[in-house]
Every structure is written in C-alpha cells, then in structure tokens.
C-alpha cells in the first residue's frame, strides 16, 4: 500500500505560480511510477503530467506544456508539479497518483493507476 498526501493548492491570480507537492509513504516511492491529474466540476479526471521512476521520462498534457513542471525526489518520497503562468482554465481539484512500474516509463491514463491521494484544490481566478 501507498499512501498519498497532496499539499500546496490555494487561489492565485491569473498568471501567478503554485507548486503542488505529494508525499508518498508505505512501500519504496523509487519503485513508483507517478502521475498528476486534475477534475474540474462536470468533466472528467484528466491527465496533467507523469513522471517515470527515475525521472528521466516526463508527460505533459498539451495545454499544460511549458507552464507546468512535473519532478520528483526519490529520497524524499515527494513529487512535485510546479505551475506557472496559471489560467483560469487550469481551476481544478488537483490529485497525484502512483502504480508500480514495471519499466521506465511514464503512464499517462488514470486507468493505470493504483493508488490516489485525497485531491487538492487548485483556484485561478481572473
């Protein structure tokens, strides 16, 4: 079993910065592929951004990609998504994920995933 806690969400302005962390404990995090993923109300939990083990492999949703930053530190059981440039569009409940990975490899579907933290929440307003 892992257990996930995400921290950092809050209300920004449009264009501020926000970085989300989630930390990991039970099994060996390194041994974990992870994930972030967002739900607005009424829509479905889409992918934000996945990390492999190690973290040489990364993802990023198109509409995320060169404001987000997804990282990782092995030795402190955390992942982190660093967001820049928020849009209002980006308000969202915000949940990190993690499934064992069985290669190198980032996976980028919620359906891959195992473990799910309790969400935080994430207000961009205009």
């Known amino acids: 079993q892992v257990q996930l806690v995400e921290s950092g969400g809050g209300l920004v302005q449009a264009g501020g910065s926000l970085r989300l962390s989630c930390a990991a404990s039970?099994?060996?995090?390194?041994?974990?592929?992870m994930g972030w993923f967002r739900q607005a109300p009424g829509k479905e939990r889409e992918v934000v951004a996945a990390?492999?083990?190690?973290?040489?492999?990364?993802y990023y949703e198109d509409s995320v990609k060169g404001r987000f930053t997804i990282s990782r530190n092995n030795a402190k059981n955390t992942v982190y998504l660093q967001m820049n440039s928020l849009k209002p569009e980006d308000t969202a409940v915000y949940y990190c994920?993690?499934?064992?990975?069985?290669?190198?490899?980032?996976?980028?579907?919620?359906?891959?995933?195992?473990?799910w933290g309790q969400g935080t929440q994430v207000t961009v307003s205009s």
């Open positions: 039970g099994r060996t995090f390194s041994s974990y592929a």
């Open positions: 990390i492999s083990w190690s973290g040489r492999y990364t």
């Open positions: 994920a993690a499934r064992t990975a069985y290669s190198d490899s980032y996976y980028p579907q919620p359906r891959e995933y195992d473990y």
